[in-house]
T-cell receptor, first 117, second 116 residues
Framework: GAVVSQHPSWVICKSGTSVKIECRSLDFQATTMFWYRQFPKQSLMLMATSNEGSKATYEQGVEKDKFLINHASLTLSTLTVTSAHPEDSSFYIC?????????????FGDGTRLSIL | AQKITQTQPGMFVQEKEAVTLDCTYDTSDPSYGLFWYKQPSSGEMIFLIYQGSYDQQNATEGRYSLNFQKARKSANLVISASQLGDSAMYFCAMRQPNTGFQKLVFGTGTRLLVSP
């Protein structure tokens, strides 16, 4: 149980393109999903917390207009990197929690490797 | 602010031996949760084990166990009988208490290499 699917797994596109990444909880409902960015050989950096039916909460330093997050349903959150540039190239990974209990882990998607040429 | 520290950037262990990956944390809240995740080179994050701040016993999950020393604020991961497939990055994380969204704070990770 508690499977999170992330799509696409790999994107290569030209500078100026907008890229949408989907994160789906397949067998549970996730009122909250999280979006992380990870640079090579570094830890995960939380970008934003996505709540179903409301605006995302962004971490300090993350541009809201650059990284658009939509959480339209209890099983789907999307991250759109608008007008992507080479500096946006990174590994993006989402997670969701199947409950609010203290011991509930976040379950992660497989991540998306984004390369902007 | 809550903080997680993993002081070992890399660790080597021989197959079938045990290895301990260190994790210390800093929080002023009495209620918190600690998690360990494994990240293979393919990138996915795999949940390994959880320890709650009020848990009386150290958590165990198969070959994984947590050496939880609350007074020292440490939650070291012990992997017994290492296997080649254990080679990966390992991240310690703490759930930020009293945040409505249950955010996680991650350490910088330890790269484990298991040799034959």
């Amino acid at each position: 149980g508690a499977v999170v699917s992330q799509h696409p797994s790999w994107v290569i596109c030209k500078s100026g393109t907008s890229v949408k990444i989907e994160c789906r909880s397949l067998d549970f409902q996730a009122t909250t999903m999280f979006w992380y960015r990870q640079f090579p050989k570094q830890s995960l950096m939380l970008m934003a917390t996505s709540n179903e039916g409301s605006k995302a909460t962004y971490e300090q330093g993350v541009e809201k207009d650059k990284f658009l997050i939509n959480h339209a349903s209890l099983t789907l959150s999307t991250l759109t990197v608008t007008s992507a540039h080479p500096e946006d190239s990174s590994f993006y990974i989402c997670s969701a929690s199947s409950g609010d209990e203290e011991n509930q882990p976040q379950h992660f998607g497989d991540g998306t490797r984004l390369s902007i040429l | 602010a809550q903080k997680i520290t993993q002081t070992q950037p890399g660790m080597f262990v021989q197959e079938k031996e045990a290895v301990t990956l260190d994790c210390t944390y800093d929080t002023s809240d009495p209620s918190y949760g600690l998690f360990w995740y494994k990240q293979p080179s393919s990138g996915e994050m795999i949940f390994l084990i959880y320890q709650g701040s009020y848990d009386q016993q150290n958590a165990t999950e198969g070959r994984y166990s947590l050496n939880f020393q609350k007074a020292r604020k440490s939650a070291n991961l012990v992997i017994s009988a290492s296997q080649l497939g254990d080679s990966a990055m390992y991240f310690c994380a703490m759930r930020q208490p009293n945040t409505g969204f249950q955010k996680l704070v991650f350490g910088t990770g330890t790269r484990l290499l298991v040799s034959p």
